[in-house]
């Protein structure tokens, strides 16, 4: 079955840049359009970043354009968030998700993500 499990969450000062990684099994990984989202504790799950199946095409949330990039490695099943200049308002539980690669237009949208990860923590002290 599908699993994805994140790595890489931590504890960082303002300014400072984490990496995450998010490996995949089970699936055909290059076939799939993946995701981040984030979830601060109570607040909505939101979307973060996006990425097509080839890795050619991405979208951001505007909250993070400009610091945060998304990637990803089929050769090693492997989905990448490098966050930069990181703010206290980014600590959230980060998330990636997979979803079939069409309908593009649905961007972040959580309900058209069938398959997600644990989560893993990301905490900005300031």
């Known amino acids: 079955q599908v699993q994805l499990v994140e790595s890489g969450g931590g504890s960082v000062q303002s300014g400072g840049s984490l990496r995450l990684s998010c490996a995949a099994s089970?699936?055909?990984?290059?076939?799939?359009?993946m995701a981040w989202f984030r979830q601060a504790p109570g607040k909505e799950r939101e979307g973060v970043a996006l990425?097509?199946?080839?890795?050619?095409?991405?979208y951001y949330a505007d909250s993070v354009k400009g610091r945060f990039t998304i990637s990803r490695d089929n050769a090693k099943n492997t989905l990448y968030l490098q966050m930069n200049s990181l703010k206290p308002e980014d600590t959230a539980m980060y998330y990636c998700?997979?979803?079939?690669?069409?309908?593009?237009?649905?961007?972040?949208?959580?309900?058209?993500?069938?398959?997600w990860g644990q989560g893993t923590q990301v905490t900005v002290s300031s």
């Open positions: 089970g699936y055909t990984y290059s076939s799939y359009y």
């Open positions: 998700a997979a979803r079939t690669a069409n309908a593009w237009w649905l961007l972040l949208r959580p309900e058209s993500f069938p398959y």
């Open positions: 990425i097509n199946s080839g890795g050619s095409n991405t």
